[in-house]
RNA sequence: GCGCCCGUAGCUCAGUGGAUAGAGCGCCUGACUACGAAUCAGGAGGCCUGAGGUUCAAAUCCUCACGGGCGCACCA
């Protein structure tokens, strides 16, 4: 693996001394343990290592003796300073600052794809994430399973995959034709009928059907309210269905999300797919006909019961496109298939996984992924949300309300599989309490100096990163030489969490750097050394928001 | 009852088997005649739910208990 930033060659380089020095001293078969962290904590170097102690055991050599010949035995290495052994038997090494400077020009060099990296070979990753469906408006759960899908398909096309981004429309079966029930209904509410005091259980009673209604009218002026019967009702839905995915598609633009495919179970259905995947189930003899209904026998991968695929009464269950569907996935040549679900389909992942096992493809090539619920609050009191009632907030209540930035950050701060709370009054708060801007506010008082640099119409000299020696400089140079593996990171561990997080460590980093130094008014050599820098830091700053899908504003 | 997720500062949450467990908010004390104070410097605040176990080393891995959430349809 090559490595991916600056950061990473010094642990390359580090790396491969201790391994030929291990094996000067008679000790092979150690790679696995030489590894080289960041360490937790300021103090402990920029790069620190345990192997001595994890070899202790296969060595018999006491750890800090082992290191101690080490030291005495060290070569000169260009990425390092100095180093030294710690506690019980770390490694600390503390890298050059001059040669830790060449990040900046790294940077600058690359300032909008700088993070990429090819970690991921260019594998192919099919990454699947909201899939509403397409009955009603999104709640706040589908905008935390948009920013996480969005934010992991970008930081895993930076970290080197090919990922394809798929939304999965829901728009055949049973709740397509309740869809048309509704709005069958609310047809004949314009036409002045009393429908609320005898509404049906199960039929959707939010308002938003009511939208859909006067649109339908206005659309079909020629369509007449005694049409709204039952049989017309799987037209009436499949019409409502396209339209509310429209609207989704819309507001999850807005939200700065956006897919390669929204894809259609109705089309599966119709070409067919569905009964293929029973008949290669069926071939393969995990099919088992019990009780009228024919069943996949799931259990014998693992889950917990068998499920019914097709029912008595001939139609199918839901779950015989979705395997359909994951199998299509596997067909069209994805190395890893990823799915986001929510917090309601724990129940669904060992079925899923026992039918991709069933159909011949490697299991572990599918990893589900479950994004937990969103709770809203304003202040102590939660915000109910509901398809039910009409009192839920939407994804586009919320987006209108805190705005984009604010809630892609918030709902991406927290690890998915975490249930989280969201304040709606944090959100909203346009001031320092919300940590997105803090982090915005670096990058834009660095558009501010820059234009009064370029105001200045100043002498222009060579840039010498040798002048940049101080704690504070030395601090964003590290920090922005680990700005590639944190990308990767977040790719790898599908952890979105760590770039909020990285972002405000820079963001702080900077605002300490620009309290302890001047910019502007030093002398030229300088000057143009802290230019290169605070270039670089608002090109990453720039960057990993953007990966978030956040924007740098250059003024604020 | 079975399965999955989660118990970390007052609140919301980070934390890659490592060293003295971190951040933001809230609270307290300081800092602008200086490139943007939406900032900075510092302080208080912890039995990492509990009990065992593995390990040189556990918030992290294993087992059990307790507490919270969510799933367990011939619904989608």
């Known amino acids: 693996m090559p490595a991916v930033s600056r950061l990473d060659e010094a642990r390359h380089e580090i790396r491969r001394v201790i391994l030929s020095f291990l094996e000067g001293a008679g000790f092979t078969g150690l790679d696995e343990v030489v590894r080289l962290e960041v360490p937790t904590e300021k103090g402990h170097g920029d790069l ?176 007449a309210t005694d049409q709204a019967v039952e049989d017309r009702y799987p037209e009436l839905g499949a019409w409502a269905a396209e339209r509310i ?29 569905a009964e293929a995947v029973i008949d290669r189930l069926r071939n393969r003899g995990y099919m088992a006909e019990r009780e009228g209904a024919l069943w996949f026998t799931s259990t014998r991968f693992g889950d917990d019961k068998d499920r019914v695929m097709v029912k008595s009464d001939g139609s199918y269950t839901y779950f015989v496109p979705d395997a359909a569907y994951h199998a299509g996935k596997f067909d069209r040549g994805f190395d890893y298939v990823i799915d986001l679900l929510g917090p309601d389909h724990h129940g669904y992942v060992n079925r899923m996984r026992a039918v991709v096992e069933a159909l011949g493809y490697p299991p572990e090539r599918l990893e589900i992924l479950i994004v937990q619920l969103v709770r809203l609050l304003r202040g102590r009191e939660l915000v109910r949300m509901s398809k039910r009632g009409g009192d839920f907030v939407a994804l586009e209540d919320l987006i209108e309300e805190a705005g984009v930035d604010p809630a892609r950050f918030f709902l991406l701060e927290r690890a998915p599989e ?81 770039l909020p997080k990285y972002l405000t460590d820079l963001a702080a980093a900077f605002h300490a750097f620009y309290r302890a130094h001047r910019i502007l008014d030093v002398e030229p050599g300088l000057r143009q050394a802290r230019l290169a820098l605070i270039e670089a830091v608002l090109a990453v700053n720039t960057r990993g928001l953007a990966l978030l899908g956040i924007s740098q504003p250059e003024e604020m």
């Open 48 to 223: 620190t290592t345990s192997f001595a102690l994890k070899a202790a055991g296969r060595t018999k050599v006491p750890p800090r003796v082992l290191l101690e010949q080490l030291l005495s035995w060290w070569p000169d290495v260009p990425a390092v300073e100095s180093l030294e052994v710690a506690g019980p038997g770390f490694l600390n090494f503390t890298l050059r600052t001059r040669w830790l400077a060449e990040v900046v020009n790294q940077v600058r060099a690359m300032p909008g794809q700088y993070g990429n990296s090819d970690f991921g070979q260019q594998q192919r990753v099919l990454l699947e994430y909201v899939s509403a469906n397409p009955t009603g408006p999104m709640v706040v759960v589908s905008g935390r399973a948009a920013a996480v899908g969005d934010t992991l398909a970008r930081c895993m096309s930076a970290a080197g995959y090919q990922v394809f981004r798929e939304f999965y429309v829901n728009d055949a079966g049973n709740q397509i034709a309740t869809l048309g029930h509704a709005l069958a209904l609310r047809l004949r509410e314009l036409e002045g009928e009393d429908v609320e005091s005898n509404w049906p259980e199960k039929v959707y009673p939010g308002d938003y059907v009511k939208d859909l209604a006067k649109a339908y009218r206005t659309l079909h002026p020629e369509f």
């Open 418 to 498: 975490t249930p989280m709370d969201f304040d709606l009054n944090l959100a909203t708060l346009k001031g320092s309490d919300n940590p997105v801007y803090y982090v915005q506010y670096a990058g834009a008082r660095i558009h501010s100096i820059l234009r009064q640099w370029h105001a200045m119409a100043a002498e222009t000299v060579p840039v010498d990163l040798g002048l940049l020696t101080s704690a504070e400089e030395r601090e964003l140079m590290v920090l922005m030489a680990r700005f590639p593996e944190v990308v990767v990171r977040v790719a790898e561990d599908r952890a979105p969490q760590h």
């Open 245 to 273: 995915r429209q609207s989704q598609e819309t507001v999850l633009r807005e939200f700065g999300v956006t897919f390669d495919q929204w894809f259609s179970e109705r089309s599966l259905r119709e070409s067919g797919a």
